[in-house]
């Protein structure tokens, strides 16, 4: 076959087929969807005009063809790997940088503190961090973009980096103010309570809380008071100074929550359908740079709610 009509994505798709004999699993090892590994592999199968796998009800069995073609593969891609490695090393890319765009309280609180990560194995790629004015997609010439968003169809690839979840949070001080013996209700610590807002482009400025309470079936709690700030780092600043409680995303205030300036009362989440979604250009990811620091930030991410649980201070509803 003529190396001009290779079909590179397809031949990705069959080698984690091939790995996890699960379109399901090689899929989640992609980030692309059941669908597309499926499509690719068709479209493999139907330019050698030969079948790859046997499909069983549950899982893949590769054929005798698809045993011959995968170790192939599989050390092809190995070895690819392994010279765009060497090349990132050895600053043959020396003075490649990468614009990246990233939400303020996402890079302040998360993402700053890890990017020397990246910094120590790829050193010869340098790091252009700059905050948007607005929480959507991005209109500059950013090469990687963070976003808080809800799914969107375009021609960007989105990678889910995780999905955020809300509950409130305060000032120890304003549970150490309660008796002790009294169980506290989340109705009343709402109602008697001032109402810090996160205020999102485009959104009624009341709109979160207002989520919040028709989620906890909460009833006579006036939303429309309170502090708007544009960005969740500002109200939990104002939280930690002992006034208020916030809907925040306690993955973005671990730091807070271990020192005690920040308190989970209760364990009550609201899903607001928003995450941070890793945005790159389909034809970008050919950039060995941009194909690394997207393959890092995405492993960083993948577990952490599991490793950054929140300490919680929940009490009784």
Request: glycine share 4%; with cysteine; hydrophobic share 45%.
């Amino acid at each position: 076959m003529d190396r001009r009509w290779l079909p590179l994505n397809a031949l990705r798709a069959f080698e984690a087929a091939g790995k996890h004999l699960s379109v399901t699993a090689a899929a989640n090892s992609l980030y692309v969807s059941q669908s597309a590994v499926s499509r690719h592999i068709l479209t493999l199968e139907s330019l050698l005009n030969v079948k790859l796998f046997e499909r069983k009800h549950q899982h893949l069995e590769l054929t005798e063809a698809g045993r011959a073609l995968l170790p192939a593969v599989n050390k092809s891609f190995d070895r690819i790997e392994h010279v765009l490695q060497d090349i990132l090393k050895d600053g043959a890319i020396a003075h490649r940088v990468l614009h990246i765009q990233m939400p303020a309280t996402f890079a302040h609180n998360l993402a700053v503190p890890i990017l020397r990560e990246f910094r120590s194995a790829f050193p010869h790629v340098m790091l252009d961090l700059m905050i948007p004015n607005s929480i959507g997609m991005p209109e500059n010439n950013s090469d990687i973009a963070v976003v808080y968003s809800k799914p969107e169809v375009n021609d960007l690839i989105a990678d889910l980096l995780w999905r955020v979840r809300l509950t409130p949070l305060c000032h120890p001080s304003l549970l150490e103010k309660l008796p002790a013996a009294t169980p506290l209700s989340l109705q009343e610590f709402v109602s008697s309570n001032e109402l810090v807002h996160v205020l999102l482009e485009g959104q009624a400025r009341y709109r979160l809380w207002q989520h919040f309470v028709r989620q906890t079936e909460l009833s006579n709690i006036n939303t429309d008071h309170g502090l708007v700030f544009e960005t969740a780092s500002l109200a939990a600043q104002y939280v930690m100074s002992g006034s208020g409680i916030a809907l925040l995303d306690p993955l973005l205030f671990q730091e807070e929550l271990r020192d005690g300036t920040l308190v989970q009362p209760f364990d009550t989440w609201v899903d607001d359908g928003y995450g941070y979604y890793l945005l790159t250009h389909p034809d970008d990811l050919q950039d060995p740079a941009i194909a690394s620091f997207r393959s890092w930030i995405i492993r960083h991410y993948a577990d952490l709610p599991a490793k950054l649980k929140a300490p919680s201070h929940a009490h009784n509803q």
